[in-house]
Nanobody, 114 residues
């Protein structure tokens, strides 16, 4: 499984960005697809995920601001990020799990200026 993330950049606080992740396999074949982030000096944390049944999880820190979605026809995962805050600055990674194995894409940097 290969994952390719894109869409990061520099944005002012209060702004929006949309991240996209292209998967090399049918998303239906994945148990979960997710977005993670890692801020400087911090551990990687789960931001949001979609389970194969369609249910979603969104971390409390971004709830109400970030929306995770998938386009199964295009095998893509997206993260719409609104009302961005400086503390959202991090490298964002898309990840997936299939049959007990974890897969990661390369990160995309999101920088939110105050």
């Amino acid at each position: 499984v290969q994952l390719q993330a894109s869409g990061g950049g520099l944005v002012q606080a209060g702004g929006s960005l949309r991240l996209s992740c292209a998967a090399s396999v049918n998303i239906f074949s994945l148990s979960t697809v997710a977005w993670y982030r890692q801020a400087p000096g911090k551990q990687r944390e789960l931001v949001a995920l979609i389970r194969s049944g369609g249910s979603t999880y969104v971390a409390d820190s971004v709830k109400g601001r970030f929306i995770i979605s998938s386009d199964n026809a295009k095998n893509t995962l997206a993260l719409q990020m609104n009302s961005l805050k400086p503390e959202d600055t991090a490298v964002y990674y898309c990840g997936a799990n299939r049959m007990g194995f974890d897969y990661w894409g390369q990160g995309t940097l999101v920088t939110v200026s105050s």
